[in-house]
């Protein structure tokens, strides 16, 4: 299953989990209104009437107004609770998240070496998987084994483990723990899961109606004088009545909801169990890491605060177990999780202490090398591979987009090891990261690269002159691929600006690709994804909405990108470049023309991007597969081709493949 699929389910998931707060709300709402109809005939004169109390309530259930009334008053507490939580967990972000539960943020400039280890199994993670690199959160204060993903777009996402995981897992473990929020993220989990927390807390309103009723009427039985309180008896009495009703149905709204949450997370679990077994080549880390919690005093509990309201988050259920465990448990039985990657395992845990093998607390030292170097150097090679037809060709590249699938970690580690010795300090900071992405934004054209710098200086001052003279020379003659990557790894430090920062950065970015007065490929597709990443950071921009759910909603801005994506990769020759035009519309077997030369600008093709962001998961997927059959007629993306593909992926808000498999 891939990206699409699973981007697909996520939607076909929310869609249910509305309607299943739609039902809860419907019964909750039927339950309000039998309770004040109740209290409304118990409080009317019977004799007056003519009629017995069953047969007032029955009167009062179909009264229109009180129906209308109770109707309001339950939609807004509960539906308006919901919407508040939603909205203040956006406004927190997953930064904020990450900082409620207790977490410190991390950067490459980590010094402690299990941090270190941690921060490049996830940066290798992010550039295997084609999707930006999250930030990285430790939980100091939690002693037992745990991680999560938190977030929406995966351009604000976030990763979080706890101090226990990493002074206690091995690095194959870690990895496995690491890959599993990984599968969170790419499943399209992290977003509903956030929605979930809303759900949950919009049915919690009544309980904690009845609770503030309560309180306040202790002053009518407790303070006061004796008079006021033998008047007030009875009527405090029913007023408690009438609370202890709504935290009941209250109550029976959170059991339900909890329940359904349960359900829902326990399934999840299972999948990304999977995909993080299939990503590492290795379901022995994984396991490993699950017996490690199952012999360790502490297991899996996170005690902050908030922690019982994210539970399903957490890589391991965060309650301590009993009662509340069983009751409302998020996560499959950890013998049941084990024996899913290991089915030979005998059901016992062995007792787990504070020290690793080597007699030290936890892992041991980290010896300041990369992964992505001992992977580089273990004869992993990123060379780019050729299929015996386009159509093959696009197949592997749609499947290697977010598919966890074997492989992609060796590529990954092969590219982080090409990655220049004198970048990586750069990369740790965020004048460095400006000064190695100003360096990747600078043209080969001598004149045009002094315009450049005057702009750089003019925006910045001297202060980056240094840093940006490294980069240049250390970047000199690097490959797509690598300049592709190095991109990317600049976006977490970048991520450490403030908004003043940001948009100063911003304006520079696009002074330097508009310095020649054209803007070429690589330029656009650079400005396009780092600049779209941030303004989703920063919250500059909203994410795309689906309005296209069909292909002839967007045939005319799919001709205008394939058009432009043919002509590219030919390098002049027609009859290539309409080849690969027809291969790409015979795919919706489709008899189109191309655009006119003259149309072909990167405006109008930044327009119809712009259109194709808007479509379904299930389409967009179509249209990449197109866009993949017009660049294979020769086997193997050119750097040009690369380039184009990287904005469109981009712009689709899809993870790009690893080029380093491909480009050459």
Same mark, same amino acid.
């Given at each position: 299953m891939n990206f699409f699929e699973r981007q697909e389910q996520a939607r076909g998931r929310t869609k249910l989990l509305v309607f299943l707060f739609c039902c809860a709300l419907f019964f909750t709402f039927a339950a309000v209104l039998a309770l004040v109809a109740w209290f409304a005939a118990l409080g009317t004169e019977t004799a007056s009437t003519g009629a017995s109390t069953s047969e007032l309530f029955v009167r009062y259930l179909a009264e229109p107004s009180l129906v209308a009334g109770v109707a309001v008053v339950v939609f807004l507490l509960i539906g308006g609770g919901s919407i508040f939580k939603v909205g203040e967990l956006k406004s927190m972000g997953a930064d904020g998240v990450a900082e409620a539960l207790g977490g410190t943020r991390i950067t490459r400039a980590a010094t402690d070496g299990a941090e270190r280890?941690?921060?490049?199994?996830?940066?290798?993670?992010?550039?295997?998987?084609?999707?930006?690199?999250?930030?990285?959160?430790?939980?100091?204060?939690?002693?037992?084994?745990?991680?999560?993903?938190?977030?929406?777009?995966?351009?604000?996402?976030?990763?979080?483990?706890?101090?226990?995981?990493?002074?206690?897992?091995?690095?194959?473990?870690?990895?496995?723990?690491?890959?599993?929020?990984?599968?969170?993220?790419l499943n399209g989990d992290v977003k509903m899961n956030m929605r979930l927390i809303g759900v949950l807390f919009g049915l919690q309103m009544l309980t904690?109606?009845?609770?503030?009723?309560?309180?306040?009427?202790?002053?009518?039985?407790?303070?006061?004088?004796?008079?006021?309180?033998?008047?007030?008896?009875?009527?405090?009495?029913?007023?408690?009545?009438?609370?202890?009703?709504?935290?009941?149905?209250?109550?029976?709204?959170?059991?339900?909801?909890?329940?359904?949450?349960?359900?829902?997370?326990?399934?999840?679990?299972?999948?990304?169990?999977?995909?993080?077994?299939?990503?590492?080549?290795?379901?022995?880390?994984?396991?490993?890491?699950?017996?490690?919690?199952?012999?360790?005093?502490?297991?899996?509990?996170?005690?902050?605060?908030?922690?019982?309201?994210?539970?399903?988050?957490?890589?391991?259920?965060?309650?301590s177990g009993g009662f509340m465990e069983s009751l409302f448990r998020t996560h499959p039985d950890l013998t049941e999780r084990i024996r899913r990657l290991e089915p030979t395992f005998d059901g016992r845990f062995e007792r787990v202490g504070g020290a690793s093998d080597d007699g030290r607390f936890g892992v041991a030292l980290y010896d300041g090398t990369?992964?992505?170097? !001992?992977?580089?150097?273990?004869?992993?090679?990123?060379?780019? $591979?050729?299929? =015996?037809?386009? #159509?093959?060709? @696009? &197949? *592997? +590249?749609?499947?290697?987009?977010?598919?966890?699938?074997?492989?992609?970690?060796?590529?990954?580690?092969?590219?982080?090891?090409?990655?220049?010795?004198?970048?990586?300090?750069?990369?740790?900071?965020?004048?460095?990261?400006?000064?190695?992405?100003?360096?990747?934004?600078?043209?080969?054209?001598?004149?045009v !690269?002094?315009?450049?710098?005057?702009?750089?200086?003019?925006? $910045?001052?001297? =202060?980056?002159? #240094?840093?940006? @003279? &490294? *980069? +240049?020379?250390?970047?000199?003659?690097?490959?797509?691929?690598?300049?592709?990557?190095?991109?990317?790894?600049?976006?977490?430090?970048?991520?450490?600006?403030?908004i003043a920062q940001y948009r100063k950065l911003r304006e520079t970015i696009l002074a330097l690709c508009a310095a020649d007065g054209t803007l070429d490929l690589f330029e656009y597709a650079l400005q396009a994804s780092v600049v779209r990443e941030l303004d989703v950071y920063f919250r500059l921009s909203r994410g795309t909405k689906i309005r296209f759910s069909r292909f002839d909603d967007v045939v005319e801005p799919f001709r205008t990108v394939l058009s432009l994506l043919a002509s590219e990769g030919a390098s002049g020759d027609q009859a290539a470049a309409r080849k690969a035009f027809d291969e790409g519309a015979s795919y919706f077997y489709l008899a189109l023309e191309?655009?006119?030369?003259?149309?072909?600008?990167?405006?109008?093709?930044?327009?119809?991007?712009?259109?194709?962001?808007?479509?379904?998961?299930?389409?967009?997927?179509?249209?990449?597969?197109?866009?993949?059959?017009?660049?294979?007629?020769?086997?193997?993306?050119?750097?040009?081709?690369?380039?184009?593909?990287?904005?469109?992926?981009?712009?689709?808000?899809?993870?790009?493949?690893?080029?380093?498999?491909?480009?050459?």
């Open positions: 280890r941690l921060y490049n199994v996830v940066e290798e993670m992010a550039i295997a998987s084609g999707v930006p690199v999250p930030n990285v959160y430790v939980l100091r204060e939690e002693k037992a084994i745990n991680a999560c993903a938190i977030g929406g777009d995966p351009e604000s996402s976030a990763v979080a483990v706890t101090d226990g995981a990493l002074r206690t897992l091995s690095r194959d473990e870690l990895q496995g723990v690491v890959a599993h929020e990984f599968g969170h993220l904690l109606l009845g609770i503030g009723i309560f309180r306040s009427t202790l002053y009518l039985s407790f303070g006061g004088s004796s008079d006021d309180r033998k008047g007030a008896g009875g009527a405090v009495f029913a007023i408690w009545m009438f609370a202890f009703g709504l935290v009941v149905i209250g109550s029976i709204g959170v059991f339900f909801s909890n329940v359904i949450r349960a359900a829902i997370s326990r399934q999840r679990e299972f999948l990304a169990d999977a995909s993080a077994a299939q990503f590492t080549r290795n379901p022995a880390g994984l396991a490993g890491a699950l017996k490690k919690i199952g012999g360790l005093a502490g297991g899996s509990r996170v005690n902050a605060a908030r922690s019982a309201e994210m539970a399903h988050l957490f890589f391991g259920s965060v309650f990369p992964a992505s170097v !001992r992977g580089a150097s273990n004869g992993t090679s990123a060379a780019p $591979e050729r299929f =015996a037809n386009g #159509a093959t060709f @696009a &197949a *592997a +590249l749609i499947d290697s987009i977010a598919t966890q699938a074997a492989g992609k970690l060796d590529v990954a580690e092969a590219l982080l090891g090409e990655t220049p010795p004198e970048v990586e300090p750069l990369l740790a900071e965020f004048d460095g990261a400006r000064a190695v992405l100003y360096a990747l934004l600078t043209d080969a054209n001598e004149a !690269r002094k315009r450049q710098l005057e702009a750089i200086r003019k925006a $910045e001052g001297t =202060a980056l002159d #240094a840093k940006i @003279a &490294a *980069a +240049l020379s250390a970047l000199s003659g690097a490959s797509f691929a690598t300049r592709s990557t190095v991109a990317r790894l600049t976006l977490p430090a970048l991520k450490t600006a403030n191309p655009t006119p030369p003259e149309a072909r600008t990167l405006g109008a093709f930044s327009r119809a991007l712009n259109d194709l962001s808007q479509a379904t998961p299930v389409l967009k997927q179509k249209l990449l597969t197109a866009f993949y059959r017009c660049v294979a007629a020769d086997g193997v993306v050119v750097e040009r081709e690369g380039e184009l593909l990287e904005a469109i992926t981009s712009a689709l808000g899809v993870p790009s493949p690893v080029w380093g498999r491909w480009a050459r």
